[in-house]
């Protein structure tokens, strides 16, 4: 018995001695991706203005990176608080830890006034942060990697445009294994297949836009955070709200009875265009009633050619048939 015993010890010992080891490799190896590159951009005023554009209506960086007022219909952003960070994702939300959407205004402190533009660079397309920890893929990277290098340096210019704010944003704090699993998520090489010439073809540039807004991260739905094969935009993501209730994507196929293959082109454009009307997501949200993620006021300054571009690559999808429960109010109070 004690030779038995002795022997599982020495088991009970290798085991633990092969899991540290392969943990201390995991912290050290990854994230396996080069160093920033070395790049200086001529933030010239077109390239700032593309940037202002994309960054507030098509990427919409400036969505997550600012506070949002969640007491009102599509949670409108809340004015001066541009790029201050501080957006939580945490398990009430369904996410591995909690996380955090960092300050990208320019203070020096408590932003991202002292990095490189090759650090935010490779921040946006590859996961990783200034001193190379890895980034929770609720940043959309592996969008943002398909990105055009000029709209990239676009984005890089315009935020370094933004007022500093002072906001000292906490670390992430990952579950376990989700902290070594995140590290070996970040990306190594620009994807950046899309050459400006190609965009000017509309059904490419039309599934440009919509990739570089990330809509299928949130418009395909997903099963232990991948997505279902064979259900790219056919909506039924979810979404959870701290309260308990559930918010699910919508279909965006060409399905006609699920989907929108019943949508004319201009009803496409008019339902973003609505919400350039202030009111629309002034109004309070009643407990229990439906609200959305979706930035609607952001979406709405997308330009009519871009919205147009993106419904008629939509309409070259597979139509899918599933039909979306859109919204569970959370749980009544005992």
């Known amino acids: 018995m004690k030779k038995a015993l002795k022997i599982f010890g020495y088991v009970?010992?290798?085991i633990v001695a092969i899991a540290a080891a392969g943990i201390l490799y995991m912290q050290y190896a990854f994230p396996n991706v080069d160093a920033a590159p070395t790049i200086s951009i001529n933030k010239t005023p077109a390239l700032v203005e593309r940037g202002e554009y994309l960054a507030n209506h098509v990427a919409v960086c400036i969505d997550c990176h600012s506070a949002r007022d969640f007491s009102k219909f599509a949670a409108p952003l809340v004015p001066g608080t541009e790029g201050k960070g501080g957006e939580?994702?945490?398990?009430?939300?369904g996410f591995p830890g909690t996380f955090y959407a960092r300050n990208i205004t320019p203070d020096k402190e408590t932003g991202i006034g002292n990095w490189t533009d090759g650090e935010i660079y490779r921040a946006m397309t590859k996961g990783v942060s200034k001193n190379g920890d890895p980034l929770f893929p609720v940043m959309p990277y592996n969008a943002y990697n398909k990105m055009s290098k000029q709209d990239a340096?676009?984005?890089?210019?315009?935020?370094?445009t933004l007022k500093p704010i002072k906001n000292e944003v906490p670390k992430a704090d990952p579950d376990f294994p989700m902290n070594l699993i995140m590290r070996t998520m970040p990306l190594k090489a620009d994807a950046n297949s899309v050459e400006e010439t190609a965009l000017g073809d509309e059904v490419l540039r039309g599934k440009y836009l919509l990739t570089i807004a990330s809509c299928g991260d949130?418009?395909?739905?997903?099963?232990?955070?991948?997505?279902?094969?064979?259900?790219?935009?056919?909506?039924g993501f979810e979404f959870k709200f701290p309260n308990g209730a559930v918010l699910r994507s919508a279909n965006i196929?060409?399905?006609?009875?699920?989907?929108?293959?019943?949508?004319?082109?201009?009803?496409?454009?008019?339902r973003f265009k609505s919400f350039e009307d202030p009111a629309m997501t002034a109004r309070k949200v009643s407990p229990g009633e439906?609200?959305?993620i979706m930035p609607w006021a952001m979406y709405a300054g997308m330009k009519e050619q871009d919205l147009r571009a993106i419904y008629r690559y939509l309409r070259t999808l597979e139509p899918q048939k599933n039909k979306i429960e859109r919204f569970t109010p959370a749980p009544a109070k005992s």
């Open 290 to 292: 439906m609200n959305t």
């Open 218 to 235: 949130c418009h395909t739905p997903a099963e232990k955070g991948k997505p279902i094969e064979g259900k790219y935009m056919a909506g």
């Open 12 to 14: 009970v010992v290798a």
């Open 253 to 270: 196929t060409p399905d006609k009875q699920t989907g929108i293959g019943t949508w004319s082109e201009d009803m496409f454009v008019q």
């Open 88 to 93: 939580v994702f945490n398990h009430s939300m």
């Open 153 to 160: 340096y676009a984005i890089i210019s315009y935020i370094r």
